[in-house]
């Protein structure tokens, strides 16, 4: 196979291994929007438990208020109707403070019960609120794990055939060993496996190279790689470069006094 068909392969490779990797992308980013859903479902959860935790505990204390409020009440009515039968001064002085303790601490109690009872009351409209929050959350959370699923189950079967499509690559000057090496070059590279030289400067990292590497490289004779950045290299021709070029070995046979210990005279005429 001719040089210029496996870059042209490579180029086509390049395109096709760019779409399965953002596919691959998608596939492990898509359920990290339910997660985020998933995860607000749980917060309002355990607050809901917390919540009616101390609900209960509210109402537990209700619960106690009303009875002792109950005994106290009884007890005044109690000693207001020992009055009837008191004959004594003493006894009814006794009895007065007994009735007056009374009536304070079941005014106390009504206080403690009003105030009890306004909690647990703002504690069940609290729990409707999020009950209320929990149902439209968690079908929410249904509702995007069904999406999602759809999605990816749509996204796989594209990886699928994307993946046996990168492997038909593989043959002829493409071995295996190439194959995996260009994949990681092209999924570490940000899609750019395959980059042109444009003069002495690599595409890829915009690096100069050297005369003798790039020769070789426009020979176009094995796939070589930028030893700066790893990609795959190949010359393009583009307005100006020559000229770059003649300038760059100008410049390097002032510096070292001749072009024989760069280049010899046919490579020369191969580079221009």
Known sequence: MEEAEVFAKLSQLQEDLTLRFALEDEIVKLPRDLKVKQELLDKINLEYIDEHAR??????????????????????ENSEKQMELISTQREFEALEKEIKDASAKEQSLLKQLHVKEKQVH????????????MMLQKQEVDNEASKIEALLSDKRNQLSKLETKCEQYISGDITEDLYNKFCNIVKNKKGKGIVPIHGLVCQG?????????????RSAKEIEFCPYCSRILYYEEVEGADEQFRKRI?????????????????EFDDLL
């Open 122 to 133: 703002e504690f069940s409209d609290r729990l409707t609120e999020k009950e209320q929050l």
């Open 55 to 76: 609900s209960e505990t509210a109402k537990d204390d209700l619960r106690s208020l009303r009875i002792q409020y109950d005994d106290a009440v009884h007890a005044r």
């Open 250 to 266: 100008e410049d390097i046979e002032i510096e070292e006094g001749g072009l024989a210990d760069f280049v010899d005279s046919s």
């Open 205 to 217: 990292c915009h690096i100069v190279l050297p005369i003798q590497f790039v020769n070789v490289v």
